[in-house]
């Protein structure tokens, strides 16, 4: 706003997009209460572009008045803290104590630090919008939606913009001239670009100071700026076009130019400061000088002249805080996603181990089997109990078998008396006792039958016999290839002593005195404890 | 001013909520994986369990009947049911070739059952025979009466009859 004319605009600093922005009327900015329908539908679009928050960013074109500094004030290490007295105790560092310094807003605005003049000058606005930033404020706690104010002076953002376009005489001083609706502010630079002097001439009604050239001529000489460059920048839409006309004329021996102003489509030409304030300045930039680092690096150019006050301030979080919840926010977002990711992991591990047979397995289930599996051992032990001491160790018609086998019809044999016994051979603390059974065979044998019972009468000779018997009948306790079984033969042959050599018919074939050799035949197997068929020493289970 | 409490809040609550949050969830995980371990053990125990109580199963059953068949036997006493068996089988027999002369019981554990500590009494036996009937006849006896164990067998021949043999058999019989 520069007193002739308001303009209003929506800019959204991430896409950079301006948009034309809701009309204001010098009633609304003079009557607050005219604004009510109005504040509610700029929140209103402004969360409808997908905004979080509001900047309110009011450019003050319509006043600026500067002052002297207390000339005491010579060191520019304490800019610091002449910027804080500037706000809250302004009439400790102004020259003339009688201006009622707290009736205005007052900021800091520091010169070059050559020595040659002040360090810098007080630039001064008035609380007249300080209502209007309130409305905003208020409204932005009625809809529970941020709303932050600043309140800037638009001559102070156009120097800082100086340092983008502006392509001074090189090693010559400049004065830059601000055309405003209402006043006309000079910048005046040395020779290096550091600014030197900022005045302010009010035009009272009309479309130029009265005494502009006078000021503009006194001041440089009073600087001792020999013919600097003098560059006009029109910042309104009824400022005196002729102007840089007239300074062309008046000082034919310097450099006289416009300002390159901005070409933007949604700003107009002569309100470059909406752009510059939301451009930050490069450090590449044309000029370079100790007063564009300044402003660049100590952001002098962008002092909210109407900030809220320290009570009301304190109330919303500032931007370090809210710069710290944005970060937090993420790292809430990180937390959440490793509480959910552990969440579905523990979720995953347990829906898989639920998933197992063992997870739905009842113990109650185990005890009945183990019940079972006790059940069927014992009665598995009872069988192999019975197995064992009803195994086929000794049977009187495996036993006959055997002696018919043992001796084959026409072998010259004849058996006279035959006894089998079967035996234990007690040994105490054993869980199974070994056997003994012992065949013992009487008989008579002619010569053809020597050579058959010299053969039965050897190791190989009798296991042959007993294998035969086992293969042929079935029964285990024959076999010979059992470690834990020992097999002894023993045949003795004797000349029988009623051998009668005569051969007459009336001695029969079978008759004792037609066999030459009599013999006897002992057979004694032995079962050790640890043979399968040992007798078991303990009762049944 | 809000710096702390945005660090509590924002921060330091939040975390200490996922730290809860997270050990809660591991918590609970870990007791449903140390549950879920101990019935593993039980679950793996039952299952060896099982399939030794399916083959015991099996074993057992194949051998059931068997074992019921021995337990009637055993059950009963000993010289009367070789008496019974005998007629049994003497009945399919010539009576020419095979006589049972005597027969008696001695109680009490000697021979073979004289080193077991399960009951047991001796049967002794005195036949006249034909050597293969008195063989068929003891192989049936012995088959339908498998606790007798042959403790003595002697045979002589016959002294009046040539084709006759005499037999003195003697068993251990267990007994229940």
Same mark, same amino acid.
């Given at each position: 706003?520069?007193?002739?004319?308001?303009?209003?605009?929506?800019?959204?600093?991430?896409?950079?997009?301006?948009?034309?922005?809701?009309?204001?009327?010098?009633?609304?900015?003079?009557?607050?209460?005219?604004?009510?329908?109005?504040?509610?539908?700029?929140?209103?679009?402004?969360?409808?572009?997908?905004?979080?928050?509001?900047?309110?960013?009011?450019?003050?074109?319509?006043?600026?008045?500067?002052?002297?500094?207390?000339?005491?004030?010579?060191?520019?290490?304490?800019?610091?803290?002449?910027? +804080?007295?500037?706000?809250?105790?302004?009439?400790?560092?102004?020259?003339?104590?009688? &201006?009622?310094?707290?009736?205005?807003?007052?900021?800091?605005?520091?010169?070059?630090?050559?020595?040659?003049?002040?360090?810098?000058?007080?630039? /001064?606005?008035?609380?007249?919008?300080?209502?209007?930033?309130?409305?905003?404020?208020?409204?932005?706690?009625?809809?529970?939606? $941020?709303?932050?104010?600043?309140?800037? #002076?638009?001559?102070?953002?156009?120097?800082?913009?100086?340092?983008?376009?502006?392509?001074?005489?090189?090693?010559?001083?400049?004065?830059?001239?601000?055309?405003?609706?209402?006043?006309?502010?000079?910048?005046?630079?040395?020779?290096?670009?550091?600014?030197?002097?900022?005045?302010?001439?009010?035009?009272?009604?009309?479309?130029?100071?009265?005494?502009?050239?006078?000021?503009?001529?006194?001041?440089?000489?009073?600087?001792?700026?020999?013919?600097?460059?003098?560059?006009?920048?029109?910042?309104?839409?009824?400022?005196?076009?002729?102007?840089?006309?007239?300074?062309?004329?008046?000082?034919?021996?310097?450099?006289?130019?416009?300002?390159?102003? &901005?070409?933007?489509?949604?700003?107009?030409?002569?309100?470059?400061?909406?752009? &510059?304030?939301?451009? $930050?300045?490069?450090?590449?930039?044309?000029?370079?000088?100790?007063?564009?680092?300044?402003?660049?690096?100590?952001?002098?150019?962008?002092?909210?002249?109407?900030?809220?006050?320290?009570?009301?301030?304190?109330?919303?979080?500032?931007?370090?805080?809210?710069?710290?919840?944005?970060?937090?926010?993420?790292?809430?977002?990180?937390?959440?996603? +490793?509480?959910?990711?552990?969440?579905?992991?523990? /979720?995953?591990?347990?829906?898989?181990?639920?998933?197992?047979?063992?997870? #739905?397995?009842?113990?109650?289930?185990?005890?009945?089997?183990?019940?079972?599996?006790?059940?069927?051992?014992?009665?598995?032990?009872?069988?192999?109990?019975?197995?064992?001491?009803?195994?086929?160790?000794?049977?009187?018609? &495996?036993?006959?078998?055997?002696?018919?086998?043992?001796?084959?019809?026409?072998?010259?044999?004849?058996?006279?008396?035959?006894?089998?016994?079967?035996?234990?051979?007690?040994?105490?603390?054993?869980?199974?006792?070994?056997?003994?059974?012992?065949?013992?065979?009487?008989?008579?044998?002619?010569?053809?039958?020597?050579?058959?019972?010299?053969?039965?009468?050897?190791?190989?000779?009798?296991?042959?016999?007993?294998?035969?018997?086992?293969?042929?009948?079935?029964?285990?306790?024959?076999?010979?290839?059992?470690?834990?079984?020992?097999?002894?033969?023993?045949?003795?042959?004797?000349?029988?002593?009623?051998?009668?050599?005569?051969?007459?018919?009336?001695?029969?074939?079978?008759?004792?005195?037609?066999?030459?050799?009599?013999?006897?035949?002992?057979?004694?197997?032995?079962?050790?404890?640890?043979?399968?068929? +040992?007798?078991?020493?303990?009762?049944?289970? | 001013?809000?710096?702390?409490?945005?660090?509590?809040?924002?921060?330091?609550?939040?975390?200490?909520?996922?730290? !809860?949050?997270?050990?809660?969830?591991?918590?609970?995980?870990?007791?449903?994986?140390?549950?879920?371990?101990?019935?593993?053990?039980?679950?793996?125990?039952?299952?060896?369990?099982?399939?030794?109580?399916?083959?015991?199963?099996?074993?057992?059953?194949?051998?059931?009947?068997?074992?019921?068949?021995?337990?009637?036997?055993?059950?009963?006493?000993?010289?009367?049911?070789?008496?019974?068996?005998?007629?049994?089988?003497?009945?399919?027999?010539?009576?020419?070739?095979?006589?049972?002369?005597?027969?008696?019981?001695?109680?009490?554990?000697?021979?073979?059952?004289?080193?077991?500590?399960?009951?047991?009494?001796?049967?002794?036996?005195?036949?006249?025979?034909?050597?293969?009937?008195?063989?068929? !006849?003891?192989?049936?006896?012995?088959?339908?009466?498998?606790?007798?164990?042959?403790?003595?067998?002697?045979?002589?021949?016959?002294?009046?009859?040539?084709?006759?043999?005499?037999?003195?058999?003697?068993?251990?019989?267990?007994?229940?």
């Amino acid at each position: 706003m520069d007193g002739a004319s308001i303009l209003s605009l929506y800019h959204d600093r991430e896409t950079g997009l301006w948009q034309t922005g809701p009309t204001f009327t010098e009633e609304h900015l003079r009557n607050i209460p005219s604004l009510e329908s109005l504040l509610p539908g700029i929140v209103k679009h402004t969360r409808s572009l997908g905004a979080k928050s509001l900047g309110v960013v009011l450019h003050i074109a319509d006043e600026f008045a500067t002052a002297e500094l207390n000339p005491g004030i010579t060191n520019l290490d304490s800019l610091e803290e002449l910027r +804080a007295a500037s706000q809250y105790d302004p009439s400790s560092i102004l020259a003339d104590t009688s &201006i009622p310094a707290d009736q205005a807003s007052w900021r800091i605005m520091p010169y070059a630090a050559d020595q040659r003049g002040p360090v810098g000058t007080a630039i /001064s606005l008035s609380r007249q919008y300080e209502p209007l930033l309130n409305a905003f404020r208020n409204i932005g706690e009625e809809e529970n939606f $941020p709303v932050i104010t600043q309140a800037l #002076s638009a001559p102070l953002i156009v120097i800082q913009g100086l340092g983008q376009v502006l392509h001074p005489t090189a090693q010559r001083p400049f004065v830059v001239i601000l055309q405003y609706p209402w006043f006309t502010a000079m910048a005046f630079f040395d020779e290096r670009a550091n600014l030197l002097l900022i005045r302010s001439l009010q035009h009272r009604g009309l479309r130029r100071p009265t005494n502009f050239r006078h000021a503009l001529t006194t001041t440089t000489a009073s600087l001792e700026l020999i013919d600097p460059d003098l560059y006009v920048a029109q910042l309104g839409q009824v400022v005196d076009q002729t102007l840089l006309a007239d300074l062309k004329l008046t000082f034919p021996n310097q450099r006289v130019e416009e300002v390159i102003s &901005i070409r933007h489509d949604e700003l107009p030409a002569w309100a470059p400061e909406p752009l &510059i304030a939301v451009t $930050p300045p490069s450090e590449t930039s044309a000029l370079q000088s100790e007063t564009f680092t300044s402003l660049r690096e100590d952001k002098w150019a962008t002092q909210d002249f109407l900030q809220p006050s320290r009570e009301a301030k304190e109330v919303f979080p500032d931007q370090g805080e809210m710069r710290m919840l944005r970060a937090l926010k993420y790292v809430r977002y990180g937390l959440f996603l +490793a509480v959910f990711l552990a969440v579905v992991w523990c /979720s995953m591990g347990i829906i898989q181990i639920i998933r197992q047979p063992e997870w #739905s397995f009842n113990p109650q289930e185990a005890a009945s089997t183990t019940m079972k599996v006790a059940k069927y051992s014992q009665e598995k032990k009872k069988i192999e109990y019975w197995e064992n001491m009803l195994a086929d160790r000794s049977k009187a018609w &495996i036993t006959m078998e055997s002696l018919v086998r043992l001796f084959p019809e026409q072998s010259g044999i004849q058996v006279e008396s035959f006894s089998y016994s079967a035996r234990p051979e007690p040994a105490p603390g054993q869980v199974t006792v070994g056997f003994v059974k012992e065949w013992k065979i009487n008989g008579l044998a002619r010569e053809e039958a020597l050579e058959f019972l010299n053969a039965l009468n050897t190791r190989e000779g009798i296991d042959a016999h007993f294998d035969q018997i086992a293969k042929v009948t079935g029964n285990e306790a024959y076999q010979t290839d059992i470690a834990t079984r020992t097999l002894v033969v023993n045949i003795r042959t004797l000349e029988n002593s009623s051998y009668k050599t005569d051969t007459s018919a009336d001695i029969k074939d079978t008759g004792k005195n037609s066999f030459p050799y009599t013999f006897d035949l002992t057979i004694t197997q032995r079962f050790d404890a640890k043979d399968p068929m +040992a007798i078991n020493s303990a009762k049944a289970p | 001013m809000y710096k702390q409490p945005i660090i509590f809040f924002g921060l330091i609550l939040p975390l200490l909520a996922a730290v !809860a949050l997270i050990s809660a969830v591991l918590y609970g995980k870990s007791e449903v994986e140390a549950s879920f371990n101990e019935k593993s053990q039980h679950y793996a125990g039952f299952e060896m369990t099982t399939k030794a109580a399916m083959g015991l199963e099996k074993a057992v059953s194949q051998k059931r009947a068997h074992m019921e068949r021995w337990q009637n036997g055993l059950s009963q006493e000993s010289l009367s049911e070789v008496n019974k068996q005998w007629k049994t089988i003497s009945a399919t027999l010539p009576n020419k070739e095979i006589q049972l002369s005597a027969y008696d019981k001695t109680a009490g554990s000697t021979g073979l059952g004289g080193v077991s500590a399960q009951k047991s009494s001796q049967v002794r036996l005195a036949f006249r025979g034909t050597y293969r009937t008195m063989q068929k !006849a003891f192989l049936d006896l012995e088959s339908r009466m498998p606790q007798l164990q042959l403790q003595e067998l002697k045979i002589d021949p016959s002294q009046n009859q040539s084709s006759l043999l005499n037999l003195q058999v003697t068993y251990t019989a267990w007994e229940n």
